[in-house]
């Protein structure tokens, strides 16, 4: 192998090094690219109801109907412009989050130590590690001092784990996680200590790397309400170029009118083809992402909005999204007693503890970077400030790092005012047991102690003390390591107690799972942390699981086609790898759940991509965490879950409302498109009627509904059926109902016009009127899904007022001021007449708010 061949004392040469790079690439991690322009664009733009309507827009170019073809393709580009916009700020704003420069490595390169760019670091290297820095590639240790390193993005253990050099030089890299193994990896922190490391493997072929292949081998689904829009897409073109095409032959047929035939054909592909559906999509799921930014939540693929509301399975991982992701002392013990946190000010810790504690600060670092140590220190700052335990002015001496045979460090400190050493130690209970040779009795009740809080899923570290006579005075100037044993058994130790740290909850996520679950979805806890931190965890959390515990050893037992069966009331999964993850994500989607995925490490990234919603955490996830999501937490609040899968039901509820009306208002603008061509009459919608109706009228309505607020139980009820659909059998049924009673009315008033002798321009005018006041009133009527008419009237929605004050606007213009009237073909329609249109109008929507009072309409609980 050629990474054996660097001298350990020169490194490899820059030649050498410039070679490997050009061999093996950058040392970079897989990265999903980041979307251009054009990319943006041919998204947008190839969306097949805009395809559609486009090519409507052409033909009637090719016609040489300028004026309204024109007009059609305004509208059009207007759309792809806001869909483009909202495309764009969502890419600029997760570059934003994404790191400016590549993080620096310390190599030995020619014999000197130079600080490189880490995507130039090469297999062969050796680099220098210290605390605070970030592993640049996956190594095996050559030396080392007292090093412990985070791998929670690899592992997902929070706590860093100590490394060691192996007795002989290993020839290949192991796995991630575990104690007293030399192996470094890429991405992982160096909290204390520091070491001398090989590079083994860069780029792809680090643990990051390969999780980032199982990443990009995992494909995106479209969602189901995407299939669903392209499935009626298809539908609707197909039956509307075939009635189009009859049509226009059964008006150039009877009417020996080919070309006008042409023109009534395409009028009504315009109106059955409905082209509010991807304006309507685009704008819930548009402003719906918006409201989430409002909150802190960046959408990154924004059609993954609507599937929250129909969530049935939220996986979480434990470390940095349930927890915190830091220490915190949790409990105390000293001579038999035992001090809870919980909660409780530390300022208020009694005297007896105060020794334990003032030991356990001095065998740490004064500036720590390993998150047990900052925890001692933070405690030590809040409960002892007012005291003498604390010791700022004394000099440190010497100290005796962990080592494979004894899992203890121990800090050796003089001071201005004493002629003796004081040494305090910690490490491992059984460690400092043996330090403080204690008797089998004291043994066997420290034994018991820390058995008790290690099943609570503690960390727990013992705490001991000496005192050593020098053969000179020990003070700061004079101080010599020389006259100390060489090692610590040598010391005459007396245990002081335990320290027993844990990795807190976040505030607010017991609520929040608890609000979860009252809505019905399942939340399942999945870390790579041991059984009974995570069976803590949970308990705190408020999460059960009725199927027990599941380790990565017991999935690996379980075969693929087993496994939904075996996990179905399983919610806590410990020890599992990070392949493991997506396995189990694999395994509740072949169930039939909707999955939703949150999760902040590299570790969680192919989990992230293949579940239905992916939720990265913005402040700690990495960034192949947060490219992978379909959501970032820009503040890493988890309570933020809830209030999104709560606006996904939210808008699923209101695109069936919409969905209800767009289907109530078509059915008009097609029979009235139909009828007058099959009875002879005169034609009713000329293309202006048509596009004023769909693509103004329509799309302001859909703003309505998109801003209507949740209905009272919307996380109260059980999340709607796999197999749901906005196109469901009773709400299209619904839409034809109240679009059929329109129809009639409209049919109605244009009949009994032409009957009493009024013009076609009138009568046109007193239809047309008929159809928008409809349009008015079913908005009115679809407000709500509760059948309360009352309700749907009050409810608060401003937006509703602006719309009705334009729909009413647009209409008084159009029939009053001459060029406009001209250009709707009305002539003048007379006040009489207006007024008989209104009234039928009002007689329609009388009937049908009867039937809705009676739930004539009522949809089936989704």
Known sequence: MDTTESNLS??????????????????????????????????????PMLLLLIACGGIYLLLGD????????????????????????????????RDLSSPRALALRDGAQRRIAGREVVRGDIILLAEGDRVPADAILLSCLNMTVDESLLTGESVPVTKMLAESMPAEMGQPGG?????????????????????MATGVHTAIGQIGKALFAVKEEPTRVQREMHRVVKFVAVAAIALAVFLAIWFGITRQDWLSGALVGITFAMAVIPEELPVVLMLFLGIGAWRIAQKQVLTRRVPAIEMLGATTVLCVDKTGTLTQNRMEIAQLYADGAVFVCDGKPLNALPEEFHEVL???????????????????????????????????????????????????????????????????AKGAPEAIADLCHLPAERIAALTAQVDQMASQGLRVLGVAKAVFSPRH??????????????????????LLGLVALADPVRPGVPAAISECQSAGIRVVMITGDYPATASQIAGQCGLSSPGGMMTGADLDQISDAALPARISDVSIFCRVRPEQKLRLVNALKQAGDIVAMTGDGVNDAPALKAAHIGIAMGQRGTDVARESASMVLLNDDFFSIVAAIRLGRRIFDNLRKTVAYIVAVHVP?????????????????????????????????????????????????????????????????????????LLATALATFGIALHQGVADGPARAMAFTCMVLGNVGLILLNRSLSPDLLLSIRLPNPMLWWMVAGALTMLAVSLSVPAISALFYFDHPTLTQIGISASMALLCL???????????????AA
């Open 179 to 199: 104690e007293h193994l030399p192996f470094v990896f890429s991405g992982s922190l160096i909290v204390q200590g520091k070491g001398l490391a090989l590079v």
């Open 669 to 741: 603008v097609v029979g009235l498109s139909v009828v007058p061509v099959m009875m002879g009459w005169p034609v009713v919608l000329m293309p202006v009627h048509i596009l004023v109706l769909q693509l103004i009228i329509d799309p302001t309505c859909s703003l309505v509904f998109e801003a209507e607020s949740e209905e009272g139980d919307v996380m109260q009820r059980p999340p709607r059926r796999t197999d749901a659909t906005i196109f469901e059998r009773n709400i299209v049924w619904k839409g034809c109902l109240q679009g059929c009673v």
């Open 473 to 494: 005075a020990a003070t700061p100037a004079t101080a010599n390591a020389q006259d100390l044993p060489e090692i610590q058994h040598d010391f005459d130790f007396e």
């Open 846 to 860: 009388c009937v049908l708010a009867a039937a809705k009072t009676r739930a004539f309409f009522q949809p089936d």
């Open 358 to 424: 003032e030991y356990a600060i001095l065998s740490s670092h004064r500036d720590p970077f390993d998150p047990m140590e900052v925890a001692i220190q933070d405690a030590g700052k809040s409960s002892l400030h007012h005291t003498e335990h604390l010791h700022d002015s004394w000099g440190l001496v010497n100290e005796y790092p962990l080592s494979r045979e004894l899992l203890a460090m121990s800090r050796v400190w003089a001071s201005a005012d004493r002629s003796n050493y004081v040494i305090a």
């Open 66 to 97: 300028t004026r309204e073809a024109l007009v059609l393709l305004g509208f059009v580009f207007v759309i792809i412009g806001i869909t483009f916009f909202q495309e764009h700020k969502t890419e600029r704003a997760l570059e934003a989050l």
């Open 10 to 47: 020169e490194g490899l040469s820059t030649q050498t090094a410039a070679q490997r790079l050009q061999r093996d690439g950058y040392n970079e991690l897989p990265s999903a690219r980041p979307q251009n322009i054009w990319m943006i664009v041919w998204k947008v733009i190839s969306e």
